[in-house]
């Protein structure tokens, strides 16, 4: 008798720790240490500015935010059950909400590497994929480093976004009819997976000087795919191929390349023309 009642109440605790994990959200990360969180995160919509992801772990409540017009990335900490936590820690730490900002160096839609950086006190924690993750903000404050890292992810991805060099860029596909009304003329644009994405707006010389750089970097994976520029429309294109290329006059353009489908028709200036034609590295895109 005793020894069926174990298995029944084995079976209990089995159901009931499934029923703990099953999906509550559509949220999905390319990188599987993330997974074990995808079933606590919530993402909405603040408004038409602010999209949010929060998710409660061990008494605590998360809230990452991202302002979509300024790409600021905040995270607060708000406790909602301390007792949870080992009562050697610091109580008044413990029941303190804390709010960081949040620096993000890297995301390639799978790996991230941030900087956390607390409000109040100016301290930074790293985390992500750095080789110094900080261990003492484990120490300094009970906070889950892994699901700090997934609800930055989670939102960075639902933009598409990806950020190099700590510049939060965003694909095309998702804003081409924005920039074709935009008040700027030329951004940034970097090739990664087959997709266009945009960074900063720039202007004209600035432009010019990124698309010429691309000749003199010796990694030709880089020259390719991070000194590229996006223009507003195909006259703005043409006016910078022609101002940039090496050779008086001549440019080349190409259509959308067949083999990737979010690539865009673009210009290519020309090096040299003396044996045979050697375009330049830069895409300069238009819509």
Not at 15 to 40: C, E, G, H, M, Q
Not at 51 to 62: F, H, I, L, M, N
Request: hydrophobic share 40%; glycine share 4%.
């Amino acid at each position: 008798m005793k020894s069926k009642m174990k298995r029944i109440l084995a079976i209990i605790v089995c159901i009931s720790f499934i029923l703990t994990f099953l999906p509550i959200n559509s949220v999905s990360f390319a990188k599987p240490r993330y997974d074990a969180w995808k079933d606590k995160i919530k993402v909405y919509d603040v408004d038409k500015k602010i999209k949010a992801a929060e998710a409660e772990y061990e008494g605590y409540k998360y809230i990452a935010t991202l302002d979509k017009d300024t790409n600021e990335i905040k995270l607060k900490v708000k406790p909602i059950d301390s007792k949870k936590y080992d009562k050697s820690l610091d109580s008044s730490s413990l029941n303190e909400e804390r709010n960081f900002s949040v620096k993000v160096e890297y995301f390639d839609g799978e790996n991230l590497k941030a900087k956390l950086i607390d409000e109040k006190t100016k301290e930074e924690y790293n985390i992500g994929d750095s080789d110094t993750v900080s261990a003492q903000f484990a120490i300094a404050l009970p906070i889950a480093l892994g699901l700090s890292e997934a609800l930055i992810s989670a939102l960075l991805a639902i933009l598409h976004a990806i950020v190099i060099g700590g510049i939060t860029c965003v694909i095309v596909t998702d804003i081409v009819e924005k920039i074709k009304n935009s008040s700027y003329d030329y951004y940034e644009a970097y090739i990664y997976n087959g997709n266009v994405y945009i960074g900063r707006a720039i202007d004209f010389f600035t432009a010019k000087e990124r698309v010429q750089a691309a000749d003199f970097e010796r990694d030709d994976n880089k020259a390719k795919f991070n000194y590229n520029v996006f223009c507003k429309n195909y006259e703005l294109a043409e006016k910078l191929a022609l101002t940039a290329t090496r050779v008086y006059g001549m440019i080349e353009h190409h259509s959308a390349h067949k083999e990737s489908p979010n690539y865009y028709p673009h210009f290519h200036t020309v090096i040299s023309n003396q044996w045979i034609k050697i375009l330049g590295s830069a895409h300069i895109f238009h819509p």
